[in-house]
């Protein structure tokens, strides 16, 4: 499979733990996505990468929240401290340079009960 | 600020009716336009953008700019276009997405 991919699929946390999510993307593309969506509403921007400088970051990502691409290939998405209005799906999504396109990964589920 | 709206949450209609899903935004420069679609139990796909006026699956959408609207629609609605769809917003070429909060469709037969 050439597409995105996410790990893991599902995480159900307590309320107050960390969890980190990866990315892989695309091999050939050069920037990477983190969005999230919550029931009912549309995907919201979290951060993106270019290789491997983020090069912008939402007011929606806390500081619990912190993304890396460290050698620009996959990413990780860590949650400090989780709280329940973390509970979302967290998409991932990369694209070639210059293009607007995305590919959407299928995302992770996070639950924090 | 850029904002997206779908002013329908949930859109039926009959197969082989026409459908047109709404979309208006606001932007102050000249955006770039996709729509997306969500099937059920797969991940979200780019359906089609703006700059290349072509058509997917008998959709089309244009980009009115007069109007800022994004409609999508379709002459004959299938069964198999039951899904969720989002327009969403782009300032520049690979560039964050803005999207609306999407209009579920679904296609009776």
């Known amino acids: 499979d050439t597409g995105v991919s996410q790990d893991p699929r599902h995480k159900i946390t307590k309320r107050g733990q960390n969890v980190t999510f990866r990315c892989d993307p695309i091999?050939?593309?050069?920037?990477l996505y983190w969005y999230r969506q919550t029931l009912g509403q549309g995907p919201e921007f979290l951060t993106y990468?270019?290789?491997?400088?983020?090069?912008?970051k939402s007011r929606l990502l806390s500081d619990r929240f912190s993304a890396e691409r460290p050698k620009g290939s996959f990413s990780t998405l860590e949650i400090q401290r989780t709280e329940q209005g973390d509970s979302a799906m967290y998409l991932c999504?990369?694209?070639?340079?210059?293009?607007?396109?995305?590919?959407f990964g299928s995302g992770t589920r996070l639950t924090v009960v | 600020a850029q904002r997206v709206t779908q002013p329908e949450k949930l859109l039926s209609v009959f197969k082989g009716a026409p459908v047109e899903l709404k979309c208006n935004y606001s932007?102050?420069?000249?955006?770039?336009l996709f729509w997306y679609v969500q099937y059920s139990r797969q991940r979200l796909q780019l359906l089609l953008r703006?700059?290349s006026r072509e058509s997917i699956k008998g959709f089309t959408a244009d980009l009115n700019k007069g109007e800022t609207s994004f409609h999508l629609k379709k002459p004959f609605a299938q069964e198999e276009d039951s899904a969720m769809y989002y327009c969403?917003?782009?300032?520049?070429?690979?560039?964050?997405?803005?999207f609306g909060e999407g209009t579920q469709l679904t296609v009776n037969p």
């Open positions: 999504a990369s694209s070639s340079p210059g293009t607007s396109p995305y590919t």
């Open positions: 091999s050939e593309h050069n920037r």
């Open positions: 990468f270019q290789n491997e400088a983020q090069l912008e």
């Open positions: 932007y102050s420069g000249s955006p770039e």
């Open positions: 703006h700059i």
């Open positions: 969403a917003l782009s300032p520049t070429s690979g560039s964050r997405l803005t």
